[in-house]
């Protein structure tokens, strides 16, 4: 099974696509260390606030998927200290 989780991230302050790539980047490598997730910029990437992040998983298990991925979730809540998350979304594919 595969499971991906789409964060879609509101960068406050930033005045251009340098210093939010000085955040993204940082950001999505802590993410692949911390839990071991494949990790890309999936979208808006010429967008100077907004930046769309896709983690994906692969395990045996839908219940192991959807776990790892809450903690993921609630890792971002609350180490995401440079904007706000406007959505997330969590798929899983069988």
């Known amino acids: 099974m595969l499971a991906t ?6 960068l406050r302050g ?9 955040i993204i980047k940082p950001f999505m490598n802590r ?3 911390e839990f071991n997730l494949s990790v890309a910029e ?9 930046a769309v992040i896709g983690c994906a998983m692969i395990a045996n298990q839908r ?7 809450q903690t993921v979730w609630d890792w971002v809540e609350g ?3 440079d904007g706000d998350v406007i959505e ?7």
């Not at 989780?5 to 509101?10: A, D, G, K, S």
């Not at 930033?14 to 000085?22: D, H, I, V, W």
């Not at 999936?42 to 907004?50: A, F, P, Y």
């Open 5 to 10: 989780l789409t964060i879609h991230l509101h």
């Open 14 to 22: 930033c005045a251009s696509l340098k210093e939010k790539r000085g």
């Open 31 to 33: 993410l692949r260390r």
């Open 42 to 50: 999936l979208d808006l990437q010429d967008q100077w606030q907004q």
């Open 63 to 69: 219940v192991v998927l959807e776990s790892s991925l």
């Open 79 to 81: 180490n995401w200290p």
């Open 88 to 94: 997330q979304r969590v798929e899983v594919i069988p």
